[in-house]
C-alpha cells in the first residue's frame, strides 16, 4: 500500500499521458468551430428516404461508413499524408484525394471542414506545415481536404499513425452520429449507445488502414454517393452536403 501511495505521488506517474493529448482532445471538442456538424455526407438524404429512422439503422448506416468508405478513402489518405515527408509528394496527394470524391456536395464538404480547420488552429498553434499548407491554399495549389491537414497537424504534435488514424475515424463517425441525432430525430442516449457500439468498428478499420495504401484506394460505397449527389435536390435540408 506504502508503495502504491509512493507510485502515485512520483511525477513519473504523469507522464503515461503526455499533456500534448489535451490538444488533440481540444479539437474534438464539439464546440471547435471546423463545421463538421453542418454536413452529413449524404447521410440526410437516407433520412428523408426513412432508410435511417431508427438506432439501428444509424448503427448499419455508420459502420457501413467506416468500413466501406473511410477506411478505403479519406483513412488511407490521413496515413499516407502522415508518412510523406516532401511537399510536392503532400500536394499530389491532396490532387489524388480531391478527383476521388466523386460527389461535388462531399469534395467541397471536405475542403470546407479543412478550410476552416486551418482558421481555427493556425491562431493558437505553431504548426510550421500547416502554415505552409494555408500558403499553398491562397496560391491555390491546393484545396486543403480534411484528411490531409488533420494528419499534418497530428504529425507535427507527435502523435503516432495509429492515434492520427483512428482518432481521425472516430471524428468523422461521431460527428454523424450526433448529426443524425438531430436529424431523424433520436435521443441522446440512442446516440451514446451507437458510439459505444461503433468503437470496436473503428478500432477495426484502423488495422485495416495501417495495411493498406494508395493501390487500396477504393470508391465503392456507391449508395452513398448517389445518395450524396442527390442531397442537392431535397426540398428542404438542414445539413450543406
Known amino acids: 500500500m506504502k508503495q502504491q501511495k509512493e507510485d502515485l505521488q512520483s511525477p513519473l506517474s504523469t507522464e503515461a499521458i503526455s499533456t500534448k493529448f489535451l490538444y488533440l482532445m481540444h479539437i474534438h471538442d464539439s464546440a471547435f468551430p471546423i463545421g463538421s456538424y453542418t454536413h452529413s455526407f449524404g447521410m440526410e438524404t437516407f433520412i428523408q428516404a426513412d432508410t435511417i429512422a431508427s438506432k439501428e439503422d444509424l448503427f448499419s448506416f455508420c459502420s457501413m461508413y467506416v468500413r466501406e468508405n473511410v477506411a478505403y478513402t479519406d483513412g488511407i489518405f490521413v496515413k499516407e499524408a502522415y508518412l510523406q515527408e516532401e511537399m510536392p509528394a503532400l500536394i499530389r496527394l491532396e490532387k489524388i484525394c480531391d478527383a476521388s470524391k466523386n460527389a461535388e456536395e462531399t469534395r467541397e464538404a471536405s475542403s470546407m471542414i479543412g478550410k476552416q480547420f486551418l482558421k481555427a488552429v493556425l491562431p493558437v498553434s505553431e504548426v510550421p506545415s500547416l502554415q505552409e499548407w494555408e500558403r499553398l491554399l491562397h496560391q491555390k495549389k491546393v484545396t486543403a481536404h480534411f484528411p490531409i491537414v488533420y494528419s499534418l497537424y497530428a504529425k507535427e504534435m ?79 435540408r438542414l445539413f450543406i452536403s
Do not use: C
Request: charged share 20%; proline share 3%.
Open 158 to 236: 507527435k502523435f503516432d499513425l495509429y492515434t492520427t488514424i483512428m482518432t481521425f475515424l472516430y471524428s468523422s463517425t461521431v460527428g454523424l452520429v450526433h448529426n443524425a441525432v438531430r436529424a431523424i430525430p433520436l435521443g441522446q442516449k440512442a446516440g451514446i449507445e451507437v458510439i459505444h457500439r461503433l468503437i470496436p468498428e473503428i478500432e477495426k478499420a484502423t488495422n485495416q488502414i495501417l495495411r493498406r495504401s494508395l493501390k487500396d484506394l477504393s470508391n465503392h460505397a456507391v449508395g452513398l454517393e448517389l445518395a450524396s449527389m442527390q442531397h442537392k435536390y431535397l426540398t428542404s
